[in-house]
Nanobody, 122 residues
Framework: VQLQAYGGGLVQAGGYLRLSCAATGRTFSTYVMGWFRQAPGKEREFVAAINAAIAWSGGSKYYADSVKGRFTISRDNAKNMVYLQMDKLKPEDTAVYYC????????????WGQGTLVTVSS
């Protein structure tokens, strides 16, 4: 699976952005898809994940506490796309955002996109 994230940019606090991640490969729907971010000087952190469509809990979504209620992850398996809708953005959301793919929720993320920068001004 190859991933390419895009949609980042500069936005004011309280605003919104929608990140997209395009995936190649016929097995996209079998992967757990996740979004991670890395702020300057900080370690990369988990943001959100969505289960594979074929899992028993297909479509289940998971969020970091810091983004619950503000961010929404979704996927379109027909288009091999995963999205991150980010609302009510805060300056602390400023980071490079990466999409990633894993075989299962407990497996490591083996495939990563190149990252897209989100800057939230106060």
């Amino acid at each position: 699976v190859q991933l390419q994230a895009y949609g980042g940019g500069l936005v004011q606090a309280g605003g919104y952005l929608r990140l997209s991640c395009a995936a190649t490969g016929r097995t996209f729907s079998t992967y757990v898809m996740g979004w991670f971010r890395q702020a300057p000087g900080k370690e990369r952190e988990f943001v959100a994940a969505i289960n594979a469509a074929i899992a028993w809990s297909g479509g289940s979504k998971y969020y970091a506490d810091s983004v619950k209620g503000r961010f929404t992850i979704s996927r379109d398996n027909a288009k091999n796309m995963v999205y991150l809708q980010m609302d009510k953005l805060k300056p602390e959301d400023t980071a490079v955002y990466y999409c990633a793919a894993a075989k299962t929720r407990s497996a490591p993320y083996d495939f990563w996109g190149q990252g897209t920068l989100v800057t939230v001004s106060s």
